[in-house]
């Protein structure tokens, strides 16, 4: 019955590879704020060109897009999506322009390709494929598409407030995906929460000689001083209550991550490590991969890190860090755990600046829905999905939770390299893709 929307997908490949290449022409940094309205103009465009009724969200920041084709079909599918993409800094590092995408080998490589422009215009041209072909949609389609995914989806509650009945639907495809380091389709079901603060800390008026650092406190000295409290050597988070909510895993995750080969081997290699934290392996391993969180310094700053020596005694030390939530975990409770944890132990001088976050979101992995997912893609990749109960990354699917049962899959693959230079999908990947969303459409009438 869909075989005409299949045949459809394959001879537009090219077509549907020139969308992608136009909407990763367009730089939508979000951290930057430049060319938003620009791509969701352009995603608007694709969602016409396949006949969805698209419309265009003002907020407070970049433009949420929604997509509407109700057919009166008793299900609805929705698709989660964002236009926005990650800086492509350092430039110096891609080996052709982030912004002008190229194929090499079969992969095209352009800033967004994988994360996720690649599988929002795979998502469109599957709807596209069915209206050209005059095939009925058997199922209601919906597109969610936001400007600010990268920069933690700031203004995405807002609209879900204000559009509250379009966020229901019987699944929902969320934004990234693809395949493992084996080559095998992979599914995540869920993603952690997050809480994202700096820290800073001033001590003197300006920077100082720092000859006087024998008189004068030091910013930098006190800041890590602060950090060195919030761990221990092997890794345990020292902060009261930190892991109070925690909600361990269920007999059924268990089971789940259990059966998934987690290629240790490989993966060490990949990081050119020797062994994982704390020597972690096997279940123990995958037990804290999947739901684990985390406390991270993503970055410090503080004095002179320019090249050869400079003597200062720095006035101003920051750090950055995140925290990875897992369900149950609260991120309005662990800003106060935080800040509590400084106070104790005498550092109420180290300020927290700024922070934002999120709750974490699960679908459970014995959902109905999620078996409707593995069979679309063992007809069209011929292998079940690994289905990862979690991921170890973040999103906004607390949004969704209790209206969509969310699964992630995509173009992406093991080696696709988000947010880094060289960002680039297998064609492969993408043209499959388009046929595993198209019967996943028809899979879904019989769920
Ligand atoms: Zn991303």
Redesign the pocket.
Known sequence: MIEPVLDYIDENLDDSIEDLKALCRIPSVAAKGDHMVEAAQLVMRLLESADVDASLHRTSGAPVITGEINVGADKTLMFYDHYD??PAEPFELWDSDPFEPEIRDGRLYARGVA??KGDTVSRISAIKAFIETDTKLPVNIKFVIEGE??IGSEHLPEFINANKHFIKADGGIWE?GGSGIDGKQEAWLGLKGILFVQLEVELLSHDSHSSNACVLPSAPYRLVWALGTFKDKTDRILIDGFYDDVRPLSAEEKEAIYKIDFHEGRVRKFFGIDSFLNSLSGDELKEHYYNSPTCNICGIGSGYLGAGSKTVLPAKAFAKLDFRLVEDMNPDDILKKVRGHLDKHGFSDVKIAWHEGYPAAKTPVNHPFVEVVDRANQRVFGHPLVIHPTSPGSGPLYLFKGHVPMVSIGVGDFYSR??SPNESILIDNFHRSMKRIAVLIEEMSNY
Do not use: I
């Open positions: 993409v990650q994360d996720n995914e990268e990234f988000v947010h």
